[in-house]
């Protein structure tokens, strides 16, 4: 019989440690850089984009709890086929790609305790903080939602302290509306920080270790954007309220940590770099989890090769082990500043892919069309924001995310065609 180790407050921690990693430390800086002091906006606007997407989460897992998550309600909407089979090989690409992001971002702030040390270190940081949560992960969902509310009630503590002092600092003439950008770029900014809530659908993969997923995986869900949603507003506002943009974006590998500097000094720089390397961590911790569990998945309805589905040591962690190697290949060889772009692309596809999926099984979850049709158009408007920023300012961008959806939906219709292989997926009632 299979424990359920992860109550509410675990499964709380894997949300928040999914999203905050992503949004504060990895993305904020590029997110400035766009949205100006204005960049709080953005970050409340993508946060409702994704809480109207919490609620067919919440109801798809419910019906159907998995520790595919998304993976379930894609093949449970779509039938299993090429189109379920290309969102899902795209979503585990995208965790790919985001777990890439936050081990650079983890060796970026880890670099700022070793000025002078030379450059390879990164690679090392990078390499190493993955192989440490691939340990972790191997022991179990225990493992994982223990060592996840460890460091998430850190991290939240050390952010929240760092924005209610911040707070008290304030210059308000950084703040003034006369210095807000165009309004298209705080919808741009809002696009491009969707990756930063992107963590919320993991706490479905770990819907099968729940106690009692029918009402923990709700409020989990609910809880958690609605926690970050506070978190990331008032960081932002602290640090754009503290620190001139033209030095957040020359600082903005660590720009939170040196917005610290005015009201903290150099030791709050050292608290804020610590709890980057705690949030950054948290965020591959449960990034990874679900990642896993997502290439089993796939594997397991034979969407992609048995390799993927092949027992280890006898433990149920198929694809770990691949998906890690792969995205300490990604971290070490590619530049990954612009990819967050292509990250919130390929989460606003698949999120809103779920939300259309769920609106087919409405009858069988109870779901709300008009908040199921809320969400969709939200992504897809959103999705149609960030295209439009690519298309005018990085268009190397907008041909990676064509290459990634053909990439995603041909390998899937090459590997049914040559394998020939037999469905394996039975829809449930």
Not at 26 to 34: E, M
Not at 98 to 113: D, H, I
Not at 257 to 282: D, N, Q
Request: with cysteine; hydrophobic share 55%; charged share 10%.
């Amino acid at each position: 019989m299979q424990d359920k180790n992860i109550g509410l407050w675990s499964a709380i921690s894997i949300g928040v440690g999914g999203m905050v990693g992503a949004g504060i430390f990895s993305i904020l800086g590029t997110a400035c850089q766009i949205g100006g002091n204005a960049v709080y906006i953005s970050f409340i606007i993508a946060g409702v984009v994704a809480l109207f997407s919490t609620y067919s989460y919440a109801k798809l897992g419910v019906k159907y709890p998995s520790a595919g998550g998304p993976v379930e309600f894609l093949v449970q909407g779509f039938g299993s086929g090429i189109i379920s089979g290309g969102l899902n090989i795209m979503l585990w690409l995208g965790y790919i790609i985001a777990l890439s992001l936050y081990a650079r971002a983890f060796a970026a702030y880890a670099m700022t305790f070793f000025p002078h040390a030379p450059y390879f270190l990164t690679n090392i940081f990078a390499t190493g903080i993955i192989l440490i949560f691939v340990a972790v992960d191997f022991i179990g969902a225990k493992a994982v939602g223990s060592s996840e509310l460890f460091i998430v009630t850190i991290k939240v503590g050390i952010l929240v302290f760092f924005a209610v002092v911040g707070l008290f600092f304030l210059k308000p003439e950084l703040l003034s509306p006369s210095k807000f950008p165009h309004i298209n770029n705080i919808f741009f900014a809002s696009a491009i920080v969707f990756l930063a809530y992107e963590g919320f659908g993991l706490i479905t993969n770990a819907a099968e270790d729940m106690k009692n997923p029918r009402k923990t995986l709700p409020k989990a869900l609910y809880l958690s954007v609605l926690i970050v949603i506070g978190i990331y507003v008032g960081v932002s506002l602290a640090v754009v309220g503290n620190l001139p943009l033209s030095d957040i974006i020359k600082a903005k590998d660590y720009a939170l940590a040196e917005a610290a500097k005015p009201f903290l000094g150099l030791v709050g720089f050292k608290i804020i770099a610590i709890a980057a390397l705690l949030s950054t961590s948290s965020a591959i911790n449960a990034t990874l989890y679900g990642g896993a569990n997502v290439s089993y998945m796939i594997a397991k309805d034979g969407e992609l090769p048995g390799l993927f589905d092949r027992k280890i040591w006898h433990r149920g962690r198929e694809g770990l082990f691949i998906t890690a190697g792969l995205v300490i290949v990604f971290a070490n060889v590619f530049d990954l500043s612009k990819i967050a772009m292509l990250g919130s692309a390929a989460f606003l596809i698949i999120y809103g892919g779920v939300n259309l999926g769920h609106l087919k099984l409405r009858s069988k979850t109870g779901g709300n069309i008009f908040l199921i049709w809320i969400a969709i158009i939200g992504n897809l408007v959103s999705l149609g924001i960030l295209i439009y920023y690519l298309i005018r300012y990085s268009i190397v961008t907008l041909i990676a995310l064509g290459l990634v959806l053909l990439f995603s939906f041909s390998a899937e219709w090459l590997y049914v065609k040559f394998t020939n292989r037999e469905l394996k997926i039975r829809i449930k009632d």
